[in-house]
């Protein structure tokens, strides 16, 4: 079935360091999102990428959608405190929304 | 923005009882739920996908006589877990589909289960 591979599994920063999270996915996409999760908390949507080699910016992230549209990354420049958190990637080929493991971030002031 | 309540936050059972978690799209009507499962430091695992007036679709792996979902409203789909044992004690987290908006996908805050 379809996967959705995330790398890495941990990110570790100093405050200003920038931050990149990667995804791949095993079968074409229809679009790709992706989700931050405090701590105890639900996942939150970020963005959803749709078209090939789509880029999109918010603030600090930029999030890009491959030419293949199989893997998308999301990059973080000059970390802050508030950044921490895990990163999700999600996959969408048909009504299914796959989720990569994650890449927990955490940022030292 | 588009609100998904889910209900209760926490709950904590018995080994052999069931319990019942809600899922609610509060703005939007929701025709596709999403039933995710998450322990700790690990990513969501999607359990079923709920269909609103039809049965769920169960991913493989998932007991769907344990995990009853249904969906029984637009605006509404309830899982329950029955005869819950102490494996089962997970963060269980729902999500709807809005349509149009790009379909966009909205979480409920999820329900804590604890079995003992």
């Known amino acids: 079935g379809q996967q959705v591979m995330q790398i890495p599994q941990y990110q570790h920063v100093q405050e200003g360091e920038d931050f990149t999270t990667y995804c791949n996915s095993s079968?074409?996409?229809?679009?790709i999102q992706w989700y931050k999760q405090r701590p105890g908390g639900h996942p939150v949507f970020l963005i959803q990428?749709?078209?090939?080699?789509e880029v999109k910016k918010q603030k600090r992230l930029t999030f890009q959608f491959g030419e293949a549209k199989k893997n998308s990354s999301l990059h973080i420049t000059a970390t802050q405190t508030t950044d921490v958190g895990t990163y999700f990637c999600a996959g969408r080929s048909s009504e299914k929304l796959v989720f990569g493991k994650g890449t927990k971030l955490t940022v030292n002031p | 923005g588009a609100v998904v309540s889910q209900h209760p936050s926490w709950v904590i059972c018995k080994s052999g009882t069931s319990v019942k978690i809600e899922c609610r799209s509060l703005?939007?009507?929701?025709?596709?739920m999403f039933w995710y499962r998450q322990f700790p430091k690990q990513s969501l695992m999607l359990m079923a996908t709920s269909n609103e007036g039809s049965k769920a679709t169960y991913e493989q792996g998932v007991e769907k006589d344990k995990f009853l979902i249904n969906h029984a409203s637009l605006t509404l789909s309830t899982l329950t877990v029955t005869s819950a044992h102490p494996e089962d004690s997970s963060f269980y987290i729902c999500?709807?589909?809005?349509?149009?908006?790009?379909?966009?996908?909205?979480f409920g805050e999820g329900s804590w289960l604890t079995v003992v």
């Open positions: 703005d939007f009507q929701a025709t596709t």
């Open positions: 999500s709807a589909r809005r349509q149009g908006s790009g379909n966009t996908i909205y």
């Open positions: 990428l749709v078209k090939s080699g």
């Open positions: 079968t074409t996409l229809s679009n």
